[in-house]
């Protein structure tokens, strides 16, 4: 996907755009004084998504489809937080606000997305059933009853929803794109404010629950696997992360601020792999949503 003509796009909803990413420009250039890793990490993250990325799926959704599958990724993850913040001596004190919060997010993303999926004339979906033992509808998946007995358990469930749901974010962009023409200005307009407006939500949660259960902020992989929660249920939310090629550029190939290859986990955690629709789905309904 090209940057510029994101850019393009964002600037027609937003045309003071440039003017606040020129400060950010000049942060980047002193940015190595943070250190190698830090540097490798932001700076690629900066530039990254300049480079085209394509997402390869059988066809292109409407923009219909794309907002009620986002409405349903949303029902998911309301469903799961709620369930978790209002179970009375389940989270700690210490902790709790920082999950309300996300529940409440979440229960606001569902409620955007009915109304923006209503003003364009659509249907939005109903909520799904969900199992939360990964069960898909028997309840004795094989988490169990765990996500809401053990604390552990959830937290490191909710990092792997979060996680996916960024990328899914992600690997919608192409589609709206694709749709601008048969959409027309307005509706594409529409739904291109509500994914971005989402997407840097769900990365800002990703980055909460990581850093609340000790982990990086950003997901760290190795060469073989791109999971890095140690749940191997979600290896498969996480496939692809391991990637380390940009843009036909292989990235651990490059040099650091001290004159060194970047190893593997800092040319992974510069970037975030998109995941396509049919992945995702594939990998949640008959899991923890119930076909």
Do not use: C
Not at 139 to 147: I, K, R
Not at 197 to 207: D, M, Q, T, W
């Amino acid at each position: 996907m090209n940057l510029f003509n994101i850019i393009e796009e964002i600037e027609k909803i937003d045309p003071d755009f440039s003017d606040k990413v020129n400060p950010r420009r000049a942060a980047i250039k002193n940015i190595t004084s943070f250190g190698s890793k830090v540097a490798m990490a932001a700076v690629p993250f900066a530039f990254g998504t300049m480079i085209k990325r394509a997402v390869a799926q059988t066809s292109t959704p409407s923009v219909v489809a794309i907002l009620n599958y986002a409405l349903t990724l949303e029902f998911l993850e309301a469903k799961f937080y709620a369930n978790a913040v209002d179970k009375v001596g389940f989270i700690p004190a210490n902790i709790h606000p920082y999950y309300q919060t996300i529940a409440d997010d979440e229960s606001k993303h569902v409620e955007f997305l009915i109304n923006v999926i209503k003003s364009v004339g659509g249907t939005p979906v109903t909520s799904p059933s969900f199992d939360f033992s990964a069960g898909g509808g028997t309840g004795t998946g094989p988490l169990g009853n765990s996500v809401y007995t053990d604390l552990a358990t959830f937290q490191k469930v909710a990092v792997a929803f979060e996680d996916t749901g960024v990328r899914a974010y992600k690997g919608q962009a192409e589609n709206i794109l694709a749709n601008k023409t048969a959409a027309g200005a307005d509706l594409y307009k529409t739904v291109l404010t509500a994914a971005l407006s989402i997407h840097a939500v769900e990365a800002r949660h990703a980055s909460a629950t990581r850093q609340l259960i000790g982990a990086t902020p950003w997901i760290v992989s190795t060469t073989a696997k791109g999971n890095d929660t140690g749940v191997t249920l979600v290896d498969g939310n996480y496939d692809g992360e391991q990637n380390v090629i940009q843009g036909g550029v292989d990235v651990t190939t490059l040099k650091n601020s001290a004159g060194a290859s970047t190893s593997v986990s800092v040319a992974t955690a510069a970037f975030d792999e998109p995941l396509s629709m049919d992945a995702v789905l594939k990998l949640l309904v008959g899991t923890f949503i119930v076909k």
